[in-house]
């Protein structure tokens, strides 16, 4: 009995340091021990004690002036190994630059992560708008183009039971209907890519085709992004978002060959 409270405790420690150090990647560049403790829900002694132990560890860092706490660079090797050491990482990182390089839009490729996208790399373009996202960073599925490839990979049912709808709305031309999305989705399977304009951001449109692996099982997918005006599918646009199409599935085919497809 001893033995099973100690591994408790143990694991409840180990859970209560990795909530504090979320908590320091909630948005903010510092956060006081007040903050840390009111994101997380422990007390402020704890929260403290854990600060400490995970400055000890070079885990975090606190400014010598303002006594406010941030990751520590010490964070940097373990997360760039896990980055480094993944497939589709290591197979579309020189794939994505090249493709930012030519058409001057943002490249990014993404996996699923439960209800989310994460982001495993960014390129910006010179005529992309200014790109605040990172490796690590989060997007919701539902209301991106590469979120909309991850999904073809559920049926519908799972889906519904993954996101509950309503679906969140980020601008006023996001989908919230489950039965939209399928249609959506299922264009997407038909046409091998996916389109969105202004539902995750007003001003911004992507192009995003699906990776798949050995098994050709939907493991990633890449996107194109943008202004409306290049991706939105105007009218005025249409020949150029037609090539860039071409340009998103002849890369994600590239990436998909790498990790074994046919």
Not at 84 to 95: G, T, Y
Not at 132 to 142: D, F, M, R
Request: glycine share 8%; net charge neutral.
């Amino acid at each position: 009995m001893a033995t099973r409270a100690a591994d408790a405790g143990t694991n409840q420690s180990v859970e209560r340091a990795v909530s504090v150090l979320r908590a320091l990647d909630s948005g903010r560049a510092e956060l006081r021990v007040s903050d840390v403790a009111e994101l997380t829900g422990l007390g402020s002694s704890t929260t403290s004690r854990l600060l400490s132990t995970l400055e000890r560890l070079d885990m975090v860092e606190r400014d010598p002036v303002s006594n406010l706490y941030r990751l520590s660079l010490g964070m940097l090797p373990l997360a760039a190994t896990a980055l480094n050491r993944h497939p589709v990482h290591r197979a579309a990182r020189m794939v994505l630059q090249d493709l930012a390089g030519r058409t001057g839009l943002g490249a990014n490729v993404a996996i699923r992560r439960g209800t989310e996208l994460m982001f495993l790399c960014n390129f910006e373009g010179s005529r992309a708008p200014k790109s605040y996202t990172q490796a690590g960073h989060s997007a919701p599925l539902h209301a991106t183009s590469i979120g909309k490839c991850l999904l073809t990979g559920l049926t519908p049912k799972e889906r519904r039971r993954l996101l509950p709808e309503p679906l969140a709305a980020h601008t006023e031309y996001t989908t919230t209907s489950h039965d939209l999305l399928d249609g959506e989705i299922e264009t997407v399977r038909r046409t091998g890519y996916a389109v969105e304009a202004e539902e995750r951001a007003l001003g911004r449109a992507s192009l995003a085709a699906p990776v798949r692996d050995a098994s050709g099982e939907v493991v990633a997918a890449i996107s194109l992004w943008g202004p409306t005006s290049l991706l939105g599918g105007r009218t005025e646009a249409e020949g150029q978002r037609l090539a860039l199409t071409r340009e998103v599935i002849e890369a994600a085919d590239v990436i998909s060959q790498a990790l074994g497809a046919l």
